[in-house]
Nanobody, 127 residues
Framework: QVQVVESGGGLVQAGGSLRLSCVASGRTFSRYDMGWFRQAPGKEREFVAARSWSGHNTYYTDSVKGRFTISSDNGKNTVYLQMNSLKPEDTAIYYC????????????????????WGQGTQVTVSS
């Protein structure tokens, strides 16, 4: 069993930055694809960013390319989402997920490849 816990959310003004952290415990962290998803009020959950288990492959949704960066520290079993130039439309609950399917590329954007999910952390961007 893998436990996934997010942190780092908060309230920030438009144009500001936040860094989300996600700690995955219970299994070998480096053998999991790690992804970030978000759900805004009244909307379905959507993919944001992911990195493959090898760390060599990252994938982003178009709306965050150039602003968000996913990275990981295997020694700390932690994946990060650095969010810069935040916009009000980035406001959402952000979820971290871990998957053992070991996929790459656009497959990383599919919720079905992730086995374990965190409870989410709220990000609010004010205009």
């Amino acid at each position: 069993q893998v436990q996934v816990v997010e942190s780092g959310g908060g309230l920030v003004q438009a144009g500001g930055s936040l860094r989300l952290s996600c700690v995955a415990s219970g299994r070998t962290f480096s053998r999991y694809d790690m992804g970030w998803f978000r759900q805004a009020p009244g909307k379905e959950r959507e993919f944001v960013a992911a990195r493959s288990w090898s760390g060599h492959n990252t994938y982003y949704t178009d709306s965050v390319k150039g602003r968000f960066t996913i990275s990981s520290d295997n020694g700390k079993n932690t994946v990060y989402l650095q969010m810069n130039s935040l916009k009000p439309e980035d406001t959402a609950i952000y979820y971290c997920a871990a998957g053992s399917a070991l996929v790459s590329g656009s497959m990383l954007a599919h919720e079905g490849v992730y086995d374990y999910w965190g409870q989410g952390t709220q990000v609010t961007v004010s205009s």
